[in-house]
């Protein structure tokens, strides 16, 4: 019997795998694959995003929201590869934070022992771990590793403070920033555990309403069939949409993750990923 496949520490965001599909779906209705048309915009040589988005629409016939993905991803700069996160990881400890590294792999450690669900996954700026839903976000600040966890109504108290919400509803309600590995200790590992159990649930009792931000708001107005949809979200269906929206650091990105929700939600998907 071959041996199983041991699984990467870290893992691309669960979210590539619909986007690959959504890829795949496009080649087969119009005969050019994505990476193809986003070519052929390019070559067009138009720079206003407005100008390429009709052009591909009037022209090729694309729908609104898959020439706004192909748009932003002709216009983009950013060439980071996130089906890769490891190097995402190492230049968000390189330099100066470096030395916070071990504090952080010990933190993932504590994740990974959770359950064989957990995925980390990186960005830019932070290494989101992930249940059903998103449970922690790890990111290195001045002198330690801030914690952000998804704790519904868990008092806050001591080295356990509120966190800043992104967004109304915010699923990441709580932070803790450690500064040595042996701050990683039965108080912190009970709400790893806790922010665990609450990553395989819907949240309705933690996740109040929130108010899709404008762009992704003007562009579930734009399409009725997202709307439709959308209307029939819980709170934490509703938020998951928005935290992908609102979590993206680039223009271009966010762009594209709007177009991406509208198409979920178009199609009849209430999930964010």
């Known amino acids: 019997m071959p041996a199983a496949t041991k699984k990467p520490r870290y893992q691309p965001h669960p979210m590539l795998a ?25 070559k067009k040589g138009i720079t206003d995003k407005w100008t390429l988005k009709q052009w591909l629409m009037k022209e090729h016939g694309h729908v609104s929201m898959n020439a706004d993905w192909i748009v932003h991803s002709a216009l983009s700069i950013d060439v980071t590869d996130y089906d ?22 010990k933190v993932v450690d504590a994740a990974l022992e959770l359950g064989k669900d957990v995925i980390v996954t990186a ?16 990111a ?25 919400a992104r967004t109304p509803g915010e699923r990441l309600t709580h932070c803790v920033v450690l500064r040595s ?35 992704l708001a003007k562009a579930l107005r734009s399409s009725s069939p997202a709307a439709q ?24 990105t966010r762009a594209r993750r709007v177009a991406q929700a509208i198409q979920r939600l178009a199609s009849g998907k209430r999930r964010a990923y």
């Open 18 to 42: 619909r986007e690959k599909n959504t890829m795949a779906k496009l080649a087969e209705t119009t005969g050019k694959t994505f990476a193809q048309w986003v070519e052929l915009a390019r």
């Open 84 to 105: 890769v996160p490891e190097p995402l990881v190492d230049a968000l400890y390189s330099g100066p934070k470096e030395a916070l590294r071990p504090l952080h792999e």
């Open 123 to 138: 960005c830019k700026t932070m290494v989101p771990i992930y249940r059903k839903h998103v449970f922690a976000e790890l």
């Open 140 to 164: 290195p600040v001045e002198g330690g590793v801030q914690v952000r966890l998804a704790l519904g109504d868990t008092k806050e108290g001591g080295r356990l403070e509120r966190g800043d």
């Open 181 to 215: 590995p042996k701050e990683v200790d039965a108080e912190f590992r009970k709400w790893l555990a806790r922010a665990y159990e609450l990553g395989a649930e819907k949240m309705e009792h933690a996740v109040g309403e929130a108010e899709p931000p404008p762009d």
């Open 229 to 252: 949809t959308w209307d029939t979200c819980t709170p934490a269906m509703r938020h998951d949409f928005i935290e992908w929206v609102v979590s993206a650091k680039a223009e271009e």
